[in-house]
């Protein structure tokens, strides 16, 4: 799964808080376990992903990670996980590791993906 990581993410996940640090590794592996064709860039000053097109990113801050889509108004969010009122990008905020939902954020990246094809 190397092979398309950023060295800058690396860079940027080190010099986060712990608990942080932790939940945005976690969701940049479930988001290379989405697809193994995406490439991360770093961008905007954040980690993010791209196939055909912008599929999503992270954004930490001190308190929670972002993972956001930037045309996240276009996806079907039965759950109601998405936040966020822009005209195209939604994100989902999560505050600890037990908010993150495998399966479902799973689900949404991939619809993501084929927003773009």
């Not at 479930?30 to 770093?42: G, Q, V």
């Not at 972002?66 to 009122?85: I, M, P, Q, S, V």
Request: overall charge negative; charged content about 25%.
């Amino acid at each position: 799964m190397g092979l398309n990581k950023s060295e800058k993410v690396d860079q940027l996940i080190e010099t986060l808080p712990e608990n942080i640090k932790e939940i945005t590794i976690c969701l940049r592996t479930l988001i290379f376990t989405a697809s193994e064709n995406f490439t991360e860039e770093f961008k905007w000053g954040m980690p993010s992903y791209n196939e055909n097109g912008n599929v999503c990113y992270l954004q930490p801050s001190k308190k929670h990670v972002n993972l956001g889509f930037y045309l996240g108004a276009r996806l079907k969010d039965e759950e109601a996980l998405l936040e966020g009122t822009g005209k195209q990008m939604r994100h989902i905020r999560i505050t600890k590791l037990e908010e993150i939902q495998t399966e479902k954020f799973k689900v949404l990246i991939q619809d993501a993906i084929a927003l773009n094809a």
